[in-house]
């Protein structure tokens, strides 16, 4: 079975081949830690461990948060060394700013001459792996090795459910390597079960993505309030984690608000990077007034869009809105976090689009503190907002009640490791005696 995976896997990394080597030369995407997913140990996971490991897995930008409290409370038991893998270049730059660089390294691709270098250097008595990382020779090497297995904030999507189903007869084997699964919900434990999943090693303890801290506010959070008062700058429409074909439907929404509120400014930040100078484009054809995040040196701005063509800053700029849209739900693209903005307080409206995070809207729904519209809407749901204030302010608290009514997930995922590896003298928590 394993064979036939990894030969399947290597055809189709073959014949895809041209995708990933246009992706490198266009975009430098995947370029940055090839040789580390292809086993070359870096060099400071090369020395000998005192300590026994817990190796932290998480995907992207979106898990790395996700896990980030875990990883502190993880930190806190002296005896372990934790190390952190991620497999996206946005997902290792924040796990190296959060963790250190001496602790993140870049994930193997899924072959056993690339996973064993690490297993046999870093020799973890515990792996986490966050969310859905079902890699079948990864779970079985690493269980080989003796470590032990949790996947955590687990989750199975609309849209993967089908597939998994259908593959249940060999997943049933390739889940038997986990000892332990933490799910976000009942429906996704549910999920787990009907996949091959043993119900004995299934829990449920909430969304750790709930738990999350906003980061301290870095200096542009500063320069921009006080551009923004220079300029009189009002309302503010911050459109995070946009895709293709957002933007145009964002834009004409915008044109709306501007008729009525000349000084109106959008925060706009898409999603991925590479998309940064096509969005820039469409700007100028559009003949919209823009200013770049990079090139921006501190002049008042207002009437016009500030286009964020950086990374990493987002969350925090959530909190200058007047109200957020949270991008990826306009599309068929399955949505994006809105934890973010709801952290802040501010009123939060999204697309029809938002499987992947089905649970967290409608948990929002259900409490009236999230307004989900189509792209038809959009102009008129931008305009309600912002000229009815009273509506707009109880939005904005019903999502930041909502949040913290829903955390604590992270200290009932650290309850339920320990049951599958004890984790003794730990350090007190903050505040604790």
């Not at 930008?61 to 930190?75: P, Q, R």
């Not at 372990?80 to 993140?104: M, P, W």
């Not at 029809?352 to 519209?373: C, E, M, P, W, Y």
């Amino acid at each position: 079975m394993y064979l036939l995976y990894s030969a399947l896997l290597a055809g189709w990394l073959l014949v895809s081949l041209p995708y990933w080597l246009i992706q490198m030369g266009r975009h430098g995407k995947y370029r940055a830690g090839l040789a580390g997913r292809l086993g070359k140990l870096p060099p400071r996971l090369m020395a000998p461990w005192s300590k026994p490991v817990i190796w932290v897995h998480a995907v992207s930008v979106g898990e790395v948060l996700a896990v980030s409290g875990l990883v502190t409370e993880l930190s806190r038991f002296p005896e372990h060394q934790v190390f952190i893998s991620t497999t996206t270049d946005t997902g290792q730059k924040l796990a190296r700013k959060r963790f250190g660089e001496d602790n993140v390294f870049y994930f193997p691709l899924d072959f056993a001459f690339a996973i064993r270098p690490y297993l046999q250097a870093l020799r973890p008595q515990l792996i986490v792996i966050a969310e859905t990382e079902f890699w079948p020779n990864f779970l079985r090497l690493a269980k080989e090795a003796g470590a032990r297995i949790a996947v955590v904030n687990a989750r199975i999507s609309d849209r993967s459910f089908p597939g998994y189903r259908r593959l249940r007869r060999w997943l049933t084997r390739v889940l038997a390597n986990v000892d332990l699964f933490v799910t976000q919900t009942d429906e996704d434990r549910r999920r787990l079960l009907e996949i091959g999943a043993a119900a004995q090693r299934v829990e449920v303890t909430g969304n750790l993505k709930f738990d999350i801290s906003p980061p301290a506010p870095p200096p542009i959070v500063g320069c921009l309030r006080n551009a923004f008062h220079e300029a009189g700058a009002s309302p503010v429409l911050v459109c995070g984690s946009t895709v293709d074909g957002e933007e145009p439907l964002l834009l004409r929404a915008f044109e709306n608000v501007l008729a009525s509120h000349p000084r109106a400014l959008m925060i706009l930040a898409p999603r991925h990077p590479e998309r940064f100078v096509e969005v820039a484009a469409l700007l100028s054809k559009l003949g919209v007034r823009f200013w770049k995040r990079s090139l921006w040196s501190g002049e008042p701005i207002a009437g016009g869009v500030f286009l964020v063509d950086t990374i990493g800053e987002l969350a925090v700029l959530y909190s200058l809105g007047t109200l957020a849209f949270v991008g990826g739900s306009l599309v068929p693209r399955g949505g994006h976090n809105i934890i973010e903005p709801a952290q802040y307080g501010v009123p939060i409206i999204v697309g029809t689009h938002t499987d992947n995070f089905r649970d967290i809207v409608g948990l929002f729904q259900s409490r009236n503190a999230v307004k989900v519209v189509g792209p038809a809407e959009l102009p008129l749901a931008f305009m309600e907002l912002i000229s009815d204030e009273a509506e707009r302010v109880a939005l904005g608290r019903r999502a930041a009640e909502t949040l913290r009514a829903q955390q604590g997930a992270t200290q009932r995922t650290v309850a339920a490791l320990e049951g599958i590896l004890p984790l003794k003298t730990a350090l007190p928590t903050a505040g604790s005696e």
